[in-house]
T-cell receptor
Framework: TQLLEQSPQFLSIQEGENLTVYCNSSSVFSSLQWYRQEPGEGPVLLVTVVTGGEVKKLKRLTFQFGDARKDSSLHITAAQPGDTGLYLCAGAPYTGTASKLTFGTGTRLQVTL | DAGVIQSPRHEVTEMGQEVTLRCKPISGHDYLFWYRQTMMRGLELLIYFNNNVPIDDSGMPEDRFSAKMPNASFSTLKIQPSEPRDSAVYFC???WGSGNTIYFGEGSWLTVV
């Protein structure tokens, strides 16, 4: 079974601070996705990284896929209250269907004024 | 376009009762997924369909759980008999093609007392 461990589990910061969330596994993935889930809603895809070492930026969010395709990080610059939510990473396997994602344990972020 | 539509949004039922959760995927999508989310276990894939055919049900916890997709626009997840440990948020999701963006519904919040 492929497992994805996220750290930290919980993070409470003030507006304007920077933060990094980590997603680690002993397994290799063909691609890795990051989702954000707000209370009472389903997860929403933020980004997909496909190539080892790839870096993608989405406004104040920077996503990186590890060279060995086993880990990923999400960095948020100058966090805002609207960034509050549950962040989930999800890995797609090399074998079988790419749609059979394994989700990480999640990082719950709270950004306060 | 409407997103993935799930019903009911909330259900409270007594142990031993049958529970049926319903899902209407996004029109044109050929993959449908059922996930379960709990604090302890995170987001787990229960079963997924491709072109209405169940492809992988290895995540279905027990024989008490069953899922059907009689046509491209409707799926059900049934729990019979329900138990308190089945209490969770159940998400339906759909995508077009393997490995493409998965769109989640808002979830069905199930409480079994």
């Amino acid at each position: 079974t492929q497992l994805l461990e996220q750290s930290p589990q919980f993070l409470s910061i003030q507006e304007g601070e920077n933060l990094t969330v980590y997603c680690n596994s002993s397994s290799v993935f063909s691609s890795l996705q990051w989702y954000r889930q707000e209370p009472g809603e389903g997860p929403v895809l933020l980004v997909t990284v496909v190539t080892g070492g790839e870096v993608k930026k989405l406004k104040r969010l920077t996503f990186q896929f590890g060279d060995a395709r086993k880990d990923s990080s999400l960095h948020i610059t100058a966090a805002q209250p609207g960034d509050t939510g549950l962040y989930l990473c999800a890995g797609a396997p090399y074998t079988g269907t790419a749609s059979k994602l394994t989700f990480g344990t999640g990082t719950r972020l709270q950004v306060t004024l | 376009d409407a997103g993935v539509i799930q019903s009911p949004r909330h259900e409270v039922t007594e142990m031993g009762q049958e529970v049926t959760l319903r899902c209407k995927p996004i029109s044109g999508h050929d993959y449908l997924f059922w996930y379960r989310q709990t604090m302890m276990r995170g987001l787990e894939l229960l079963i997924y369909f491709n072109n209405n055919v169940p492809i992988d049900d290895s995540g279905m916890p027990e024989d008490r759980f069953s899922a059907k997709m009689p046509n491209a626009s409707f799926s059900t997840l049934k729990i019979q008999p329900s138990e308190p440990r089945d209490s969770a948020v159940y998400f339906c999701a759909s995508s077009w093609g393997s490995g493409n963006t998965i769109y989640f519904g808002e979830g069905s919040w199930l409480t079994v007392v």
